[in-house]
């Protein structure tokens, strides 16, 4: 048991989360004559650590996630999510998302061809919460930073809101809000011919090409605003906001994180950060859920495709979800820490 132990925190600690590599990068600046317990080197240090680190674990990720999401082309998806009925579609398109694509506005046409393609809207909606918002590289990042337990918290309860949602949105019979240029679009993309390990493996290496590009000012961002809460706002300033003394942080993390647009890899040293500075986990991980879900970039492109009604009550749903999750699992924390 012990051993076990012992090889699965040498696997959080030194492979996961490169702990190695933070040793190396401050001996490398102490070397250069930098100071990393002061402020400055204190940022300098968590910037040029994490952005390496995220890099290495971003393209390891997307390499072997469009591997695999290359056995799961949009007419080949389709087929499996008509397999199922009522909750067991919506919970295998919530399962689905985890393998597709890395933000919401990356999501939202498959979205529309799954919806065009004339599966039930419920079932569409799981997906279209689901893929942003909880994903194979989530599952391998949080676990790199919070732990396994946390990491897996947060995948159960994300798949939870996606199947939660989906299932109040087909109970509520809005077919109709859906834009009629969505519904009249027929079938989405032909599947092309069967795919040999070579041509998976290069639409991997494209996807590692065209994703880092895509995400990498926002992993630049997240890790900037990580590195200044770190070193620059003091923890009781945090604490007061999103700590367990105020009982709205949750309701405060959602709406600060609605407006910005970024995926996981972007959120992450954000929430590693807020953690240190004393933030409850329930708070930063609805604030992570909210800026992937419900990013106003992604509202935009979605309104485009459904009608008002259909657009707020999904922001309406994902957000009391989200809510729900924060304070039920900043409840429970003690469980996971």
């Known amino acids: 048991m012990e051993a076990g132990k012992g090889l699965w925190s040498l696997i959080q600690d030194q492979i996961l989360g490169m702990k190695w590599l933070k040793d190396a990068v401050g001996s490398g600046l102490t070397a250069m004559g930098t100071d990393i317990s002061s402020r400055l080197g204190g940022s300098v240090h968590f910037f040029i650590y ?23 082309l949009p007419e080949r998806s389709k087929r499996i999510l008509s397999r199922f009925h009522g909750l067991g579609a919506r919970i295998a398109a919530a399962l689905l998302g985890t393998v597709t694509p890395f933000c919401s506005c990356s999501s939202i046409p498959l979205f529309m ?28 990042l949080l676990t790199s930073i919070f732990g396994v337990k ?16 989906g299932t109040v949105i087909e109970k509520l019979h809005m077919e109709a809000e859906v834009e ?20 998976r493996l290069a639409y991997a290496r494209d996807q590692v090409e065209s994703t880092f590009k895509k995400v990498f000012p926002y992993i630049l961002a997240g890790v ?13 300033w945090i604490e007061a906001a999103l700590g367990s003394g105020n009982p709205f942080g949750v309701v405060l993390a959602v709406l600060v994180g609605v407006p910005m647009y970024a995926d996981i890899f972007g959120t992450i040293p954000v929430a590693e950060a807020l953690l240190a500075k004393g933030a409850q986990l329930g708070t930063i991980l609805s604030f992570m859920m909210a800026v992937t879900t419900l990013s106003f970039p992604s509202m935009v492109m979605l309104g485009k495709a459904v009608k008002p009604r259909l657009l707020g009550t999904f922001a309406a749903v994902c957000t ?10 900043n ?3 003690y469980l996971f820490i």
């Open 50 to 72: 994490d952005i390496i680190k995220i890099t290495i674990l971003l393209c390891t990720l997307i390499f072997v996630i469009s591997y695999i999401q290359s056995y799961f």
């Open 150 to 165: 946390i990491a897996a918290v947060y995948v159960l309860l994300g798949l939870f809101v996606a199947v939660l949602g």
């Open 320 to 329: 009391v979800g989200i809510i729900f999750v924060g304070y039920s699992f």
């Open 331 to 333: 409840l429970f924390q």
């Open 224 to 236: 900037g605003i990580g590195a200044v809460i770190h070193n620059w706002i003091p923890g009781e």
């Open 180 to 199: 009629e240029f969505i519904r009249m679009a027929g079938r989405v993309d032909l599947e092309g011919p069967a795919l040999t390990v070579r041509d």
């Open 113 to 140: 061809g799954f919806t065009g393609a004339g599966l039930p809207l419920g079932v569409t909606f799981s997906f279209l919460i689901s893929s942003p918002m909880v994903d194979l590289g989530s599952l391998v």
